[in-house]
């Protein structure tokens, strides 16, 4: 079956710790996306990528880093920068611009 | 102003109603319109999709664009309450910086009660 796999579905960070949230696509897509969904906020997308080796920062990258070296994956880092980490992160993937199709999602907590 | 806004409800209908969920938009240069939905600790699912205005109906589901007014919707005939979860609708331009990149609403909340 073709789809969007995350993992792992819940992670803890500690204090000062950098954590990498994995997300892998085979329905072929160019774009991929990382969003952040806190309670009563909607989507807010935080790193998008239309082609390998290529990213661009969305609306609230600081503190995040992501890399695109082959077009199945696209990780995403929670880097120790970002002083308020815990909320629900998902992955979309879409082939150009029809509509993006997500993953289960990856809830991030602290301890 | 957001560029798309929606109201987040809750909202709460007994089974067998008809709901109907809008969201307003901004940016005339939006194109594509998509209801997604999502159960609790899930991801979004894509329910509909609509590329500029008129209407598309699926099942129970009716997409509505109206362009002129910036103004969206979707409609669930004879609810069930497996259809309680949250729907979040989401537009996107077919040309320029933002192509291919999505903008949501809050989401609203919506529960069918038996």
């Known amino acids: 079956d073709g789809g969007i796999t995350q993992s792992p579905k819940y992670l803890f960070r500690k204090e000062g710790q950098n954590v990498t949230l994995s997300c892998e696509q085979n329905l072929n897509h160019d774009a991929m996306y990382w969003y952040r969904q806190d309670p009563g906020q909607g989507l807010r997308l935080i790193y998008y990528?239309?082609?390998?080796?290529?990213?661009q920062k969305g609306d609230i990258a600081e503190g995040y880093s992501v890399s695109r070296e082959k077009k199945e994956s696209f990780p995403l880092t929670v880097t120790s920068a970002q002083k308020n980490p815990t909320a629900f992160y998902l992955c979309?993937?879409?082939?150009?611009?029809?509509?993006?199709?997500f993953g289960d999602g990856t809830r991030l907590s602290i301890l | 102003q957001k560029e798309v806004e929606q109201d987040p409800g809750p909202l709460s209908v007994p089974e067998g109603a008809i709901v109907s969920l809008n969201c307003t938009y901004s940016n005339s240069a939006f194109q594509y319109f998509m209801w997604y939905r999502q159960y609790s600790r899930k991801g979004p699912e894509l329910l509909m999709y609509?590329?500029?205005?008129g209407n598309k109906e699926d099942g129970r589901f009716t997409a509505q664009v109206d362009k002129s007014s910036k103004y969206i919707s979707l409609f669930i005939r004879d609810s069930q309450p497996s259809d309680s979860a949250t729907y979040l609708c989401a537009m996107s331009a077919t040309r320029g910086s933002t192509l291919g990149r999505l903008y949501f609403g809050r989401g609203t909340q919506l529960t069918v009660w038996p």
């Open positions: 979309a993937s879409s082939a150009g611009v029809a509509p993006q199709h």
């Open positions: 609509t590329y500029s205005s």
């Open positions: 990528s239309q082609i390998v080796n290529d990213f």
